[in-house]
T-cell receptor
Framework: AQSVTQLGSHVSVSEGALVLLRCNYS??????LFWYVQYPNQGLQLLLK??????LVKGINGFEAEFKKSETSFHLTKPSAHMSDAAEYFC??????????FGSGTQLTVLP | SAVISQKPSRDICQRGTSLTIQCQVD?????MFWYRQQPGQSLTLIAT?????????ESGFVIDKFPISRPNLTFSTLTVSNMSPEDSSIYLC????????????FGPGTRLTVL
């Protein structure tokens, strides 16, 4: 069984500031981990994924995430927030059963 | 990645009626999935649809309420039957990437409002 916890349902940052969205997972097998972004009135877009290669994963739009097995974490970061980053972000885990379990989501607001 | 389209993009329906949502992919895929996203909530998997076999439903979802068809490797439909206001949600289909690491790509979603 697997689960995902996203800490902070709402995160606000100023434009140009660091973005940090937290994700902790639980999995009985080595996991695959994903971050998706959902812009208003749209579907989910894959930002990045960890599939047991490099622990630091780079994604689209300047985002990256680091897999830390000891902390069971997969936090999403971006050095400098842009107004266009305002969206909902979902962390998801797969235990190899070809199904994704999603976290509850984090709404990111970027302040001018 | 696959390009996925859904029809309709949104609809407003009366309670007691049914709506069929279509999902079309621009390439052949083995696994397709249907999710529900209730207002302000995360995604919940409804069922997994493989071509040529019956869909596999998750706990809390039944075939009579959410019948699914998967006639070929590029198309699937989800029907929401006998709708009530509680069925108001975004319904999303997704497909699994080839050679997979369980990566899924999502369609734009169908926003359903039931009055």
């Amino acid at each position: 069984a697997q689960s995902v916890t996203q800490l902070g349902s709402h995160v606000s940052v100023s434009e140009g500031a660091l973005v940090l969205l937290r994700c902790n997972y639980s999995s009985s097998v080595p996991p695959y981990l994903f971050w998706y972004v959902q812009y208003p009135n749209q579907g989910l877009q894959l930002l990045l994924k960890y599939t047991s290669a490099a622990t630091l994963v780079k994604g689209i739009n300047g985002f990256e995430a680091e897999f830390k097995k000891s902390e069971t974490s997969f936090h999403l970061t971006k050095p400098s927030a842009h107004m266009s980053d305002a969206a909902e972000y979902f962390c998801a885990v797969s235990g190899g059963a070809r199904q994704l379990t999603f976290g509850s989501g984090t709404q990111l607001t970027v302040l001018p | 990645s696959a390009v996925i389209s859904q029809k309709p993009s949104r609809d407003i329906c009366q309670r007691g009626t049914s709506l069929t949502i279509q999902c079309q992919v621009d390439s052949q895929v083995t696994m397709m999935f249907w999710y529900r996203q209730q207002p302000g909530q995360s995604l919940t998997l409804i069922a997994t649809a493989n071509q040529g076999s019956e869909a596999t439903y998750e706990s809390g979802f039944v075939i009579d309420k959410f019948p699914i068809s998967r006639p070929n490797l590029t198309f699937s439909t989800l029907t929401v039957s006998n709708m009530s206001p509680e069925d108001s949600s975004i319904y999303l289909c997704s497909v699994e990437e080839r050679g997979s690491t369980d990566t899924q790509y999502f369609g734009p979603g169908t926003r359903l409002t039931v009055l």
